[in-house]
């Protein structure tokens, strides 16, 4: 009678996986808390998903837990605890994200046609009409604003990181950009209403106004977000720059800034998306139109938080046309944040120092 030889790799994958329970193992008990859930569920005549869902998981700790208590031990069980109390909570945490995307896909897509990107609102009181005017006075308000708030932001970053030395006026500085980071919206725009209202006219509203509101919002994320990224770079760069005679300005210009440009404009694009679903704001500063106007400086110009809220909160008679624009809106309004961070991260990658250089 023969028998089968163990050779040293087989036996030392049997040592490493003895007393593991199989990979199959965590899907099998999750399935069977679900199943179980559900059944308490419907026998007490109140099943949903939503419940299925949060006994299931219930269910699936404490029974995950026992079993890998028996066989790994203490210690191994409390990490399996430990990581799906970890997964649990992210799950948590996007299930909101996932259903909004969802909803605004599945209810924005009725009106997601060639008219509603090249017609504007006016002349319209029911169905049909677009939102060309509204995607036109985003665009502009919000270029118009991340054209203010990035010099000023850089700038003020560089002073903090570079020339400030932690003094009295760099530490003012810091102190009321967190202040301006907190500070409401509504305030923003009411800021900037006044200001036009004193160089203008009492009553004005245009496009401009509402870039001045949205600059106020984003001046603080650029700062700190830059002031971060100019703090990541080593004192070694610096200090080999100095020491070949180089001024401190053309150090921060070919070394520092240029090392750290990624996650600059990373930051800038995280202010942007920050500030372009504002609508208190413009409802003060950039008010409300239904044709189309390139001018920020003449008359009142739509953006699409705006118009999302006009369509939905006023709606006429029928009310479905006005909804299906608002839908349609914010799922545009989604695309251009989207669009706007994957130009982000490819300027990012293509502007950021490689190693092989």
Do not use: C
């Not at 419907?42 to 869902?53: C, N, V």
């Not at 009725?110 to 509603?116: C, G, H, T, V």
């Amino acid at each position: 009678m023969s028998t089968a030889t163990v050779t040293p790799e087989e036996a030392t994958a049997q040592t490493m996986t003895a007393g593991q329970l199989p990979r199959f193992t965590t899907w099998g008990v999750l399935l069977v808390s679900l199943a179980v859930a559900g059944g308490i569920l419907a026998a007490l005549g109140s099943l949903g998903p939503a419940g299925t869902i949060i006994l299931g998981g219930l269910i699936f700790l404490i029974a995950m837990h026992v079993v890998s208590l028996v066989v790994e031990g203490n210690r191994r069980a409390t990490d399996r605890t430990a990581f799906h109390l970890v997964t649990g909570a992210f799950l948590l945490a996007l299930a909101p994200l996932v259903s909004l995307i969802i909803s605004t896909i599945g209810k924005g897509l009725s009106r997601l046609d060639a008219q509603f990107f090249t017609y504007s609102m006016r002349n319209v009181v029911g169905e049909g009409g677009g939102a060309v005017h509204a995607i036109y006075g985003t665009l502009i308000v919000t270029g118009l604003a991340t054209l203010i708030s990035l010099p000023i932001g850089m700038f003020t970053a560089i002073f903090l990181v570079e020339y400030g030395n932690r003094g009295r006026l760099a530490r003012s500085i810091t102190f009321f950009v967190d202040v301006m980071t907190g500070i409401p919206s509504i305030v923003a725009g009411l800021f900037a209403y006044a200001l036009v209202a004193l160089i203008v006219g009492p009553g004005t509203k245009m496009g401009l106004a509402g870039a001045i509101a949205l600059s106020v919002l984003m001046i603080p994320t650029v700062v700190r977000s830059t002031e971060e990224m100019l703090r990541l770079v080593p004192n070694d760069l610096r200090e080999s720059s100095y020491a070949l005679g180089v001024p401190k300005w053309k150090t921060i210009t070919k070394i520092v800034l240029p090392t750290s440009i990624a996650g600059i404009i990373t930051g800038a694009i995280l202010a942007v998306a920050r500030v372009i679903g504002e609508t208190a704001p413009l409802l003060v500063t950039a008010g409300l139109t239904a044709s189309l106007n390139t001018n920020p400086v003449e008359g009142p110009m739509t953006t699409l938080p705006v118009y999302v809220y006009y369509q939905y909160m006023t709606p006429g008679i029928p009310q479905d046309p006005f909804y299906a624009r608002a839908w349609t809106g914010a799922l545009t309004l989604v695309a251009i944040v989207m669009v706007l961070n994957l130009i982000g991260r490819l300027l990012a990658w293509k502007f950021a120092p490689k190693g092989n250089r």
